[in-house]
């Protein structure tokens, strides 16, 4: 807590003081909005995957990944991983693709601080 002790009178610093309490009050809201179990998304990067099958046990096995493209695999957003079209759109916006890991990174950071 930042506590700025203000002469009487002065009114531009009352001003600023309001502003920051109002940001610490939408920092600490947001803090808690991310701390719900059902809230929380626990996004990854990873190189776009090619031939994607059913393997014997039923889970989504796939044939190669691809040279150049990444995607992003959020299963709080309903993710059910296999072919990107399969997903439904939250999903499948997430999944990209993106032209590098850095760019898959960052959409993965930002979804992550802010699902
Ligand atoms: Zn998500």
Redesign the pocket.
Known sequence: MIVIVAAAGDTSLEAEITTIESGTQSAMRSAAELSGPEQQ?Y?YARRVRHGWHMDTAGAWAYESLDDHLWEVF?Q??GDTNGPAEDQQPPARR?RGPYRSKHDAQHASNK?FAA?
Do not use: K
């Open positions: 998304h996004p959020c709080q957003c997430l979804h699902p």
